[in-house]
């Protein structure tokens, strides 16, 4: 409702042109962005070394893989019982 409150966008025009031009993302995408700036940051030493202290490189088994050059990361694993 704000975006067309702001550019005051009929109810039935179409609301993407509306965001983009806003410069505004739909909250997942937000999510997903802010979760990738931060994980860039850390890599590059720009985030608080508490950030990059958790971020853990994936080590492959013993034989050479592709995705050794991908600068993979390990997935924590979660207790969600204690969520």
């Known amino acids: 409702a704000c975006p067309r409150i702001l550019t005051k966008t009929r109810k039935y025009d179409h609301i993407t042109p509306v965001l983009a031009s806003l ?10 962005f802010k979760v990738l700036l931060l994980t860039y940051k850390a890599l590059h030493g720009l985030a608080p070394p508490y950030l990059s202290e958790l971020l853990t490189p ?9 995705s050794l050059d991908a600068a993979l990361l390990v997935i924590p694993s979660i207790n969600k019982k204690s969520l």
Do not use: K
Request: proline fraction near 11%.
């Open 23 to 32: 410069h505004w993302l739909p909250v997942q995408a937000r999510a997903d």
């Open 58 to 66: 994936y080590m492959s088994s013993s034989r050479p893989l592709h």
